[in-house]
């Protein structure tokens, strides 16, 4: 094999794809709880993303040597969605946190804080604050980083920080969520002057049921990174900073050949409709899985951790699970050796739900 592999990649070989289901060459269809990592908010062949595409596109690309109005558009959008002030578009979530770790130094350089158990992506800036991978061997940006231990209020009242980043619910940590005096003392540290940056990536563009997970706990982040979801399938990822964060940049100081690219921000148009619209399906079906399966599990000695429809348990074996269900055509994902994460399409319906909760719980 030529291409380097370094996932462990399912035996199946995808040939069409539909709503929420994944079909391969032999027709088997296969319920996508993974949605390509969290990318595929809307599903497969959804019409609104198919109806874009079949447009005529004089240029797919223009670098960041045009301004044009799609790109005023979609940064106009997330602004208006999300109360910030300033959008810079990259390609991907590494990218964003690189970016925002240059936007948050530009105002206030000096010690940053992660924290125990994050993610935030794989390029050195991005790696250097990310403690899941904190025994790479890996080169790592020459700063001063301290990782406080996630959701505990009082080390972080006491901290000393110029920057903070934070993913509101650690996603690839198996979706654990932080309590509300935990973030309360995240915006106490923000009053005396750190620069808060809420990674948003995998929690945010409607997964948990908000636009943004920060707005669960009463958050305003200085600097928020999205990516995933938002190009539609697309690479696409965006830097919001408020205007405090934006005047002390200019130009030179960061740049890109590809990010914003037109295609992706056309489809991002898309995404940013369609996920905005599906905030109350994606709640209630939060409640409906609270009443119908949550006790299930609770029966068989579980908890679920869950926000909307970012969902995430533990179990002795998560690979064994995670093959079990697969055999019965179901994806799941497993972020750790004991932990399976669920990251479905924003439009699955009530009975996928049933179906994939009850594929699940045949099984554990
Ligand atoms: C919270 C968070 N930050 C950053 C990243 C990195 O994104 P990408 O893989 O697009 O570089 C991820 C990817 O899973 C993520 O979940």
């Known amino acids: ?194 620069i808060l940056i809420a990674d948003e990536i995998q929690a945010g563009l409607g997964r948990t049921g908000k636009f943004l997970a920060v707005e669960h706990y009463g958050i305003k982040p200085d600097i928020i990174t999205l990516a995933k979801g938002l190009g539609g399938g697309i690479p696409l990822g965006a830097i919001l900073m408020d205007k405090g964060i934006a005047e002390n940049i200019t130009t030179g100081d960061h740049g890109t050949t590809m990010g914003g690219n037109i295609l992706a921000l056309k489809l991002a148009k898309v995404v940013l409709t369609e996920t905005r619209k599906l905030l109350p399906h994606i709640n209630e079906l939060s409640l409906y899985i609270d009443k119908k399966f949550i006790p299930s599990f609770e029966n068989k000695g579980m908890s679920v951790r869950k926000k909307g429809l970012f969902i995430g348990f533990d179990v002795d074996d998560a690979v064994k699970l995670k093959n079990y269900v697969f055999q019965d055509k179901v994806i799941v994902n497993t972020p750790g050796k004991n932990t399976i994460r669920l990251l479905p399409p924003l439009i699955i319906k009530k009975e996928e739900v049933d179906n994939l909760f009850n594929t699940i719980l045949r099984h554990i």
């Not at 960041?64 to 109005?69: H, Q, T």
């Not at 604050?129 to 980083?145: A, T, W, Y």
Request: aromatic share 12%; glycine share 8%.
């Open 1 to 194: 094999m030529k291409f380097l592999n370094l996932y462990n990649t399912y035996p199946i070989e995808v040939e069409d794809a539909d709503g929420i289901y994944l079909i391969d060459k032999n027709g088997n269809k296969y319920l996508d709880a993974v949605s390509g990592l969290g990318v595929n908010l809307l599903g497969y062949n959804h019409p609104e993303i198919n109806k874009v595409l079949s447009e005529n596109h004089p240029f797919l690309h223009l670098s960041s040597l045009y301004l044009s109005d799609i790109k005023e558009e979609v940064a106009g959008t997330l602004c208006e969605f999300t109360g910030m002030d300033n959008v810079f578009f990259s390609n991907s979530g590494t990218e964003s946190v690189e970016g925002a770790i240059k936007f948050a130094w530009k105002t206030n350089p000096g010690k940053i804080i992660s924290f125990t158990n994050s993610f935030h992506g794989r390029t050195s800036g991005a790696l250097s604050l990310s403690h899941k991978f904190i025994q790479q061997q890996f080169p790592r940006i020459d700063v001063e980083i301290e990782f406080l231990p996630w959701n505990n209020p009082e080390k972080v009242a006491n901290a000393d920080a110029n920057i903070i980043i934070f993913e509101p619910i650690q996603g690839a940590g198996g979706v654990i969520q932080g309590s509300q005096p935990f973030f309360d003392a995240l915006k106490e540290q923000q009053k005396k002057g750190a």
